[in-house]
């Protein structure tokens, strides 16, 4: 019995400590320690078509996101004065109907927005992150009923541009893809 005990509890401690280090959380930002201030100027656009505030959702999307979640990181819309500077391009954004309802009128319909993202150090003049395939798709539905039609584009940009925002800060404050300058 008492080989059985020991057995059980060096089972549980080795299990227990074989996972440690999956739980670690993420304490510091993939930028180097003396950016404080990033720059968001406004997103170009580049796509073929006219979309009405595509790039300024985006810029947008990306300021707030790192408000919320950049770790203290100050955020302007120009280069003047800060230490970073975010570019962003809108390169492509598509728009197509994915699913025809019985009369073949298309009812469901996908937005992809193909984006360029880089991050630069401007007192090195580096370049921190760089991102020229950065691919979004959403899609909405139209209503059968012609008397509460909604253009449901608007929201669905919106929430493509929330979802962008969220990926792009992820990346750079959780150090993903963040170039290693030791090597």
Same mark, same amino acid.
């Given at each position: 019995?008492?080989y059985l005990?020991?057995?059980?509890?060096?089972?549980?401690?080795?299990?227990?400590?074989?996972?440690?280090?999956?739980?670690?959380? /993420?304490?510091?930002?993939?930028?180097?320690?003396?950016?404080?201030?990033?720059?968001?100027?406004?997103?170009?656009?580049?796509?073929?078509?006219?979309?009405?505030?595509?790039?300024?959702?985006?810029?947008?999307?990306?300021?707030?996101?790192?408000?919320?979640?950049?770790?203290?990181?100050?955020?302007?819309?120009?280069?003047?004065?800060?230490?970073?500077?975010?570019?962003?391009?809108?390169?492509?954004?598509?728009?197509?109907?994915?699913?025809?309802?019985?009369?073949?009128?298309?009812?469901?319909?996908?937005?992809?927005? /193909?984006?360029?993202?880089?991050?630069?150090?401007?007192?090195?003049?580096?370049?921190?992150?760089?991102?020229?395939?950065?691919?979004?798709?959403?899609s909405?539905?139209?209503s059968?009923?012609?008397?509460?039609?909604?253009?449901?584009?608007?929201?669905?940009?919106?929430?493509?541009?929330?979802?962008?925002?969220?990926?792009?800060?992820?990346?750079? /404050?959780?150090?993903?893809?963040?170039?290693?300058?030791?090597?």
């Amino acid at each position: 019995m008492r080989y059985l005990r020991f057995f059980a509890l060096s089972s549980i401690l080795l299990a227990g400590s074989g996972f440690t280090d999956c739980y670690k959380p /993420v304490t510091n930002s993939g930028l180097p320690k003396n950016v404080k201030t990033v720059a968001v100027p406004a997103f170009q656009f580049e796509a073929n078509g006219l979309r009405y505030r595509v790039e300024t959702r985006f810029t947008e999307a990306v300021s707030r996101e790192i408000i919320r979640r950049g770790n203290g990181l100050k955020v302007q819309g120009t280069k003047t004065g800060a230490d970073a500077v975010i570019e962003g391009t809108i390169r492509n954004f598509g728009f197509s109907g994915v699913l025809l309802d019985s009369e073949g009128r298309a009812r469901v319909y996908e937005v992809t927005i /193909v984006a360029a993202v880089t991050v630069r150090d401007l007192h090195e003049n580096k370049i921190l992150y760089d991102n020229q395939n950065f691919v979004f798709r959403d899609s909405f539905e139209f209503s059968n009923d012609p008397r509460s039609f909604f253009n449901e584009e608007d929201p669905a940009v919106e929430r493509m541009a929330r979802a962008f925002g969220e990926s792009v800060v992820s990346a750079i /404050v959780n150090g993903l893809g963040v170039k290693d300058e030791k090597k």
